[in-house]
């Protein structure tokens, strides 16, 4: 092992008892490259983050003259820092009224802390509600909405969590019946993505705004992956046509800087100001460098019509994919799909074929029997060909290898 590679074990604080632990050189559009200068096709995207590419240019141009103007300078909310005010007002343009107030942090799972706090102090309610198989966030907050009992393993060693969470089926219509005037809030994915990219069945998001409208309760989608084009729509909640109360945003909502936000309208919005004062405060939340690299990329997709393109691409994957035979499903919305094996061990078997062959992929935290095709949205055509090429022949050496398995068997 390299000394690199000897300094990364032993000192930085490790995830996994399994890293990939593939040294990253640079960057660029669909692929990352090794220091040997091996290339990695990248469909996994810093999972639904680099939506615009690696080292896209105009990103790149961004932080570069923000990095150089000024970076930080007080704690969020205090001073009008440009970069942070013109991609508030170009988000709230893009999303549907009343979403207009835009309240920047810096993760995925501090945007859904916030969000549960809007909730419980707009509705002065305090029983929060979740989808089994979800993914919110990594903090005790956003891990108690973790559906349960998926979540059980993750959830087990750090209890106690909230109190007052519950988690229904998704997809269950029965089940909204359990929303009630005890409900602040219910905290959804549009489209689940760590349980394995689960569409909403039709009329499914709609019913459940129906009952939180009934209920008095706060509806919350949680974007954090499916928002910034991933689903072939700027935001999920346009492709299904449901609006929620507070919508959570991060990943490549920061054209890959680190940066989240959670917004709602100017009036539930403002209640954080007072009683108490401050009631959310962060001191980098809403970085003005962030802020000008998730901007730039914004007006990257725009100005391409990036995300016009989304649906074909991925319609693209599943027509080379789908007739496979070691394929059982493919499971999709935009460019956030599961190609689904059936079984564990072949998905690990896979992972190991695509790590040798340059492609990076990865399972889902609540699925894996399915890897993941989430690429950046700007793959091109002749990329998503070779690449599904190259996938369906590490299924063709994975099923050869259980079939000469069987045989020495026989
Ligand atoms: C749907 C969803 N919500 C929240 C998060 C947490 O975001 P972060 O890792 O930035 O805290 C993730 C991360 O994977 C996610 O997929």
């Known amino acids: 092992m390299d000394i690199l590679r000897k300094q990364f074990l032993a000192h930085v604080g490790q995830t996994s008892p399994s890293p990939m632990m593939v040294e990253v050189d640079r960057a660029e559009g669909s692929c990352f490259y090794t220091p040997e200068g091996k290339r990695y096709y990248d469909l996994v995207a810093g999972v639904s983050v680099s939506n615009v590419?690696?080292?896209?240019?105009?990103?790149?141009?961004?932080?570069?003259?923000?990095a150089a103007r000024y970076m930080h300078v007080m704690v969020y909310g205090e001073m009008v820092e440009r970069p942070q005010v013109r991609y508030a007002a170009r988000i709230a343009e893009l999303l549907p009224a009343p979403l207009e107030s835009v309240y920047f942090v810096n993760s995925g799972a501090e945007a859904v802390e916030c969000a549960l706090k809007l909730a419980k102090r707009f509705t002065g309610r305090t029983e929060l509600i979740s989808m089994r198989r979800a993914y919110h966030g990594s903090t005790h907050?956003?891990?108690?909405?973790?559906?349960?009992?998926?979540?059980?393993?993750?959830?087990?060693?750090?209890?106690?969590?909230?109190?007052?969470?519950?988690?229904?089926?998704?997809?269950?219509?029965?089940?909204?019946?359990?929303?009630?005037?005890?409900?602040?809030?219910?905290?959804?994915?549009?489209?689940?993505?760590?349980?394995?990219?689960r569409p909403p069945a039709d009329g499914y998001l709609a019913a459940l705004r129906r009952r939180c409208d009934e209920t008095g309760a706060l509806l919350?989608?949680?974007?954090?992956?499916?928002?910034?084009?991933?689903?072939?729509?700027?935001?999920?909640?346009?492709?299904?046509?449901?609006?929620?109360?507070?919508?959570?945003?991060?990943?490549?909502?920061?054209?890959?800087?680190?940066?989240?936000?959670?917004?709602s309208s100017r009036e539930i919005m403002s209640t954080l100001t007072h009683d108490p004062v401050l009631g959310h405060i962060t001191t980098f939340g809403g970085h003005p460098v962030c802020c000008a690299a998730g901007?730039?990329?914004?007006?990257?997709?725009?100005?391409?019509?990036?995300?016009?393109?989304?649906?074909?691409?991925?319609?693209?994957?599943?027509?080379?994919?789908?007739?496979?035979?070691?394929?059982?499903?493919?499971?999709?919305?935009?460019?956030?799909?599961?190609?689904?094996?059936?079984?564990?061990?072949?998905?690990?078997?896979?992972?190991?074929?695509?790590?040798?062959?340059?492609?990076?992929?990865?399972?889902?935290?609540?699925?894996?029997?399915?890897?993941?095709?989430?690429?950046?949205?700007?793959?091109?055509?002749?990329?998503?060909?070779?690449?599904?090429?190259?996938?369906?022949?590490?299924?063709?050496?994975?099923?050869?290898?259980?079939?000469?398995?069987?045989?020495?068997?026989?």
């Open 141 to 197: 907050g956003a891990m108690s909405m973790m559906g349960a009992p998926e979540g059980e393993e993750w959830k087990g060693a750090f209890r106690p969590l909230l109190p007052d969470v519950r988690a229904i089926e998704f997809n269950d219509f029965a089940a909204l019946e359990s929303i009630t005037g005890r409900t602040a809030c219910v905290l959804v994915e549009p489209v689940q993505g760590e349980g394995g990219v």
């Open 295 to 410: 901007l730039a990329a914004l007006e990257f997709m725009l100005a391409n019509r990036t995300v016009e393109g989304v649906e074909a691409k991925g319609a693209l994957y599943e027509e080379l994919l789908s007739g496979h035979p070691a394929v059982v499903e493919i499971r999709r919305a935009g460019l956030l799909m599961a190609v689904e094996l059936g079984r564990s061990e072949r998905l690990y078997r896979m992972m190991e074929l695509f790590a040798g062959r340059g492609i990076l992929s990865d399972w889902f935290l609540f699925c894996d029997t399915a890897f993941r095709i989430s690429p950046p949205l700007t793959i091109s055509e002749d990329e998503i060909r070779d690449s599904a090429r190259i996938i369906a022949e590490c299924l063709d050496t994975m099923l050869g290898e259980e079939r000469r398995n069987l045989e020495g068997c026989e």
């Open 53 to 66: 590419g690696h080292a896209n240019p105009a990103v790149v141009q961004a932080v570069q003259e923000q």
């Open 220 to 263: 919350v989608f949680d974007e954090i992956q499916t928002g910034m084009g991933r689903t072939g729509a700027m935001f999920a909640m346009q492709r299904y046509g449901v609006t929620p109360d507070i919508v959570c945003l991060a990943k490549a909502f920061g054209g890959g800087m680190p940066l989240g936000a959670f917004v």
